[in-house]
């Protein structure tokens, strides 16, 4: 199976220019997965919510998610890629996975970092897994990275492969990766943005150094922090189906719950 991360630079606010970046970081490939960063197409920092407001677009509809759907029609592939989303009164920092024969399904981020807390509403649905070409795909976006519960979720409800859309700006994120690929025996395909934005009195610099991790630790693949890419790489699904670490250690089989206060 082969899998694709793509790292770009959004300038905020110009959706149309974003996309089309998009389109010419991945002129040619061949994939059968393929995730994008978190809000890739809007930029990550926002005024106020009525400023939100103005790029969030309703479950299904909407420019970035018509993109997602042609694109995973184009390349004959599972396209994830993260978006605002317009429910009610709320918005959530979404990704929408998209598949080419027109089915799709939407993840709420459930665990909002800094000022997301100002102006997005916090996920209400549970983590869940789609099958794809005989691989079970997990979804989160960016700060569910520092809860564990995050990846052991999904790993439990049978995920070989969790697909990690970021706009990641601390310095520590990445690596945290390899032990949760490690612990819980499962690929990682983190998709971070580059750039940095300096709006409504914040700045932040975006890390890049997306990432391909395999459930042994080792890292297949990674972008550097500067650059706009599109990487690939062949993975073999199988093998985050073997959870024994040893013989004698299965990574789920021998956990001892009774002793666990989570």
Known sequence: ?????????????????????????????????????????????????????????????????????????????????????????NVYNSAMIAMPDSRWDIYRKIHLFNIEKNYFTPGNKPFFVTEFRGAKIGTMICFDWIFPESYRTLALKGADLICHCTNLVLPYCQ??????????????????????????????????????????????????????????VEIDISRAREKNVTEKNHVFNDRRREFYEI
């Open 1 to 89: 199976m082969k899998l694709g991360i793509v790292q770009n630079k959004p300038e905020f606010g110009q959706v149309d220019e974003n996309l089309y970046r998009v389109r010419e970081l991945i002129k040619g490939i061949q994939v059968d997965i393929l995730v994008l960063p978190e809000l890739f197409s809007t930029g990550y920092v926002f005024k106020d919510k009525m400023e939100l407001l103005n790029y969030a677009e309703l479950s299904g509809d909407g420019k970035t998610q018509f993109f997602l759907k042609q694109l995973s029609r184009d390349l004959d592939a599972a396209v994830i890629g993260g978006f605002p989303e317009l429910d009610g009164d």
């Open 175 to 232: 690596q945290a990766s390899y032990a949760h690929a490690v612990s819980n025996r499962v690929f990682i395909a983190l998709a971070n943005r580059i750039g940095r934005e300096k709006r409504a009195g914040v700045d932040v610099e975006f890390t890049g150094q997306s990432v391909i991790y395999s459930p042994c630790g080792e890292q297949i693949t990674q972008a550097e922090s500067s650059s706009e890419c599109c990487l690939t």
